[in-house]
Structures are given as structure tokens and as C-alpha cells.
């Protein structure tokens, strides 16, 4: 699942993941509202070994269930 957004805002949302990760030895990232993005952001996190804890909040229980 890929998220809603234009390249060039995908790959700085990477680039400041691989900066935080840099920085700090991990990921830890709060979300309001979960999507394409989560799933995306996390597969990405996963790809590069880097750890992490991704906590989105969602109103939608089937949505999140799904995401």
C-alpha cells in the first residue's frame, strides 16, 4: 500500500526517518490517523533493519483491523 502523496514528499518522510534513525539508534513516530502511509513508513523501517514503534491513532476500528 502506498501512501497518498506526491514522490518528493515521500522520499523526505524518508529522509527524516533515516535521519532520526541516525541520530538516535531507533524510530518511535505518532500518527493521527492510519493509512497507506503506516504501512508504507513501516515496510520502509523494516527494510532498512531499523527499529522502531509506530503508534497511530485511528477513530475507525475495521479501518485499523485492515491497515
Given at each position: 500500500?502506498?501512501?497518498?502523496?506526491?514522490q518528493s514528499e515521500i522520499?523526505?518522510?524518508?529522509?527524516?526517518?533515516?535521519?532520526?534513525?541516525?541520530?538516535?539508534g531507533r524510530v518511535d513516530v505518532l500518527e493521527w490517523g492510519s493509512g497507506g502511509s503506516t504501512v508504507y513508513f513501516?515496510?520502509?523501517l523494516r527494510?532498512?533493519?531499523?527499529?522502531?514503534?509506530?503508534t497511530s491513532?485511528?477513530?475507525?476500528?475495521?479501518w485499523a483491523r485492515d491497515v
Amino acid at each position: 500500500m502506498k501512501p497518498l502523496l506526491w514522490q518528493s514528499e515521500i522520499t523526505y518522510i524518508e529522509q527524516l526517518l533515516l535521519a532520526s534513525a541516525a541520530r538516535s539508534g531507533r524510530v518511535d513516530v505518532l500518527e493521527w490517523g492510519s493509512g497507506g502511509s503506516t504501512v508504507y513508513f513501516t515496510n520502509f523501517l523494516r527494510g532498512h533493519s531499523i527499529p522502531y514503534s509506530w503508534t497511530s491513532l485511528e477513530y475507525n476500528a475495521r479501518w485499523a483491523r485492515d491497515v
